[in-house]
């Protein structure tokens, strides 16, 4: 706002002078929020929303009239560093980046048209991010582990959650390895038995299965042996197995 003097002749005198009340005004809508994401987003598209900015100071609320939005997103991780345009319908406040692939990191901008003018564009929004893939063998995002499959009972669950009773190695890009920590003793559900080691030969084997000729129990650790008479001879721990348990 500026205050301007006029006086009327040269040498008017201080009662001849009137003040006049400039006020400049700005016909162009203040920009709009940056974009976020919504749950629309999925592994292969960034769902968006925003919002536009309260325009306090329009000469009239005619100005203010949505006409509609310009929408631009880019990927710098994938070297795409120009804006490229998305759709927007009329003068709604959500849209869809897509033709990404999973967990690609997005940025966004997004500018108003009212009946006043453009406004300037909103500020490049946060890394936005498409969802993680489940089972593409890259573990990103929310994943406990990937391993590059979407299968339960091998470690990694169907909705990669670190399945009871295992434990999964980070693949740095590659698939995740799962352990379901045979040798520690502890009977687990994916395992026949638990000796508490990994060696073969003494009826536990490295893969915690319980070796041909061998019996073990449930217990934690488990307790193995050969059963005599079942026909099956273990040469390191039975001399004979004639099929039976009578002597003579």
Do not use: K
Not at 3 to 21: C, G, Y
Not at 28 to 51: D, F, K, M, N, R
């Amino acid at each position: 706002t500026f205050t301007v003097v006029l006086s009327s002749p040269v040498n008017a005198t201080l009662a001849e002078q009137s003040t006049t009340v400039v006020r400049l005004q700005n016909t162009h809508p203040p920009a709009p929020t940056a974009p976020s994401t919504t749950s629309a987003t999925t592994s292969t598209s960034v769902g968006l929303e925003w919002s536009a900015t309260a325009w306090t100071e329009a000469l009239s609320s005619d100005m203010t009239t949505i006409v509609g939005w310009q929408l631009e997103c880019r990927t710098p991780d994938l070297g795409n560093t120009n804006w490229q345009e998305v759709p927007v319908q009329g003068t709604g406040t959500t849209s869809l980046f897509g033709g990404v692939a999973a967990y690609t990191r997005v940025q966004c901008r997004v500018m108003v048209e009212c009946v006043g003018g453009w406004s300037a564009w909103s500020s490049i929004s946060a890394d936005l991010f498409t969802n993680p893939l489940c089972g593409d063998g890259s573990r990103h995002g929310t994943e406990a582990c990937d391993d590059g499959n979407t299968a339960s009972a091998d470690g990694c669950s169907s909705t990669c959650i670190i399945e009871s009773g295992w434990s999964c190695s980070f693949g740095n890009g590659a698939p995740d390895t799962c352990d379901n920590g045979c040798g520690d003793s502890t009977l687990d559900a994916t395992e026949g038995c638990d000796d508490g080691n990994t060696d073969s030969g003494d009826g536990c084997d490295a893969a915690c299965a319980v070796e041909h000729g061998w019996g073990c129990t449930a217990a934690s650790p488990s307790v193995c042996s050969t059963n005599c008479g079942d026909g099956i001879r273990v040469e390191s721990q039975e001399g004979c197995d004639d099929g039976n348990a009578v002597g003579g």
